[in-house]
């Protein structure tokens, strides 16, 4: 059974999956400070992004991301083991995002797969120090 302070830090965490993805679904990408820890490691690779630190991935998301006027993530189901002041999450996800090419047409890029991150509590609360994408499946997707 869980206690008081487990079922808020499982509330707190749901928060910060909440507030990752309407961070990179809206373009607010300072919002992210509220997820990561400065020096968090990400890794967006899976679906061919880059691997970083947060202060490089956060600039490249900003530059990248606006190809894809619409984005809307569905989070799923999550799982989390709490360690003290540790945990770690997986957090099922969908991402339709709409491209648009260079004459204008748009299409409906669209990823499912697993978030992976490595959190800690800071004194601004839950935050990611790592962050790994994982890709189960593609739509839509060139190549």
């Known amino acids: 059974m869980l206690d008081l302070a ?3 830090d499982r509330i707190e965490i749901a ?10 679904d809206t ?5 992210l400070d509220d997820v990561f820890l400065p020096d968090a490691h990400i890794d967006y690779s899976a679906t061919g992004g880059l691997v970083g630190r947060y202060p490089e991935v ?34 099922y ?6 491209f ?6 748009e299409a409906i890029w ?7 991150h490595a959190l800690v509590r800071s004194g601004n609360g839950w935050r990611s120090r790592e962050l790994v994408e994982e890709l189960v499946w593609k739509r839509g997707v060139p190549g």
Do not use: C
């Open 27 to 31: 373009g607010d990408w300072d919002r």
């Open 58 to 91: 956060k600039a490249w998301l900003a530059q990248m991301l606006p190809l894809f006027p619409r984005r809307q993530h569905v989070l799923g189901q999550s799982e989390g083991t709490l360690a003290g002041d540790t945990a770690g999450v997986v957090a």
């Open 6 to 8: 487990q079922v808020s």
């Open 110 to 116: 669209e990823f499912g797969g697993y978030y992976h």
């Open 93 to 98: 996800f969908v991402n339709p995002m709409v």
């Open 15 to 24: 928060d910060l999956l909440t507030r990752y993805t309407r961070a990179i």
């Open 100 to 105: 648009r090419d260079g004459d204008g047409t």
